[in-house]
Nanobody, 122 residues
Framework: QVQLVESGGGLVQAGGSLRLSCAAS????????MGWFRQAPGKEREFVAA????????DYAASVKGRFTISRDNAKNTVYLQMDRLKPGDTAVYYC???????????????WGQGTKVTVSS
């Protein structure tokens, strides 16, 4: 099992910034990629960003590219999502997830955190 705990969500005005954290524990050797997903009310959960524990590969959804930055601290088993120039459309519950393959498909991610709420006001 891999346990994931997100933190850092909150209320921010449009144009502001938030930094989300995801701490991984347990059998982290089974984790190849870490992803961030989000789900707004009435909508499907969608891919936001992903990063491998090894190497420089990152991936972003078109809606956040240039505004969000995913990063990692291997020593702390922690992945971050720096969110800048936030828009009201970014309002959602944000989830981190652990997967075994380089993919943006949420079904391929095996373990999920509990989510952290991000609300962007206009």
């Amino acid at each position: 099992q891999v346990q994931l705990v997100e933190s850092g969500g909150g209320l921010v005005q449009a144009g502001g910034s938030l930094r989300l954290s995801c701490a991984a524990s347990g059998r982290t050797s089974s984790s190849y990629v870490m992803g961030w997903f989000r789900q707004a009310p009435g909508k499907e959960r969608e891919f936001v960003a992903a990063i491998r524990w090894s190497g420089d590969s990152t991936d972003y959804a078109a809606s956040v590219k240039g505004r969000f930055t995913i990063s990692r601290d291997n020593a702390k088993n922690t992945v971050y999502l720096q969110m800048d120039r936030l828009k009201p459309g970014d309002t959602a519950v944000y989830y981190c997830a652990s997967g075994r393959a380089w993919t943006i498909v949420r079904a391929a991610y095996d373990y999920w955190g509990q989510g952290t709420k991000v609300t962007v006001s206009s």
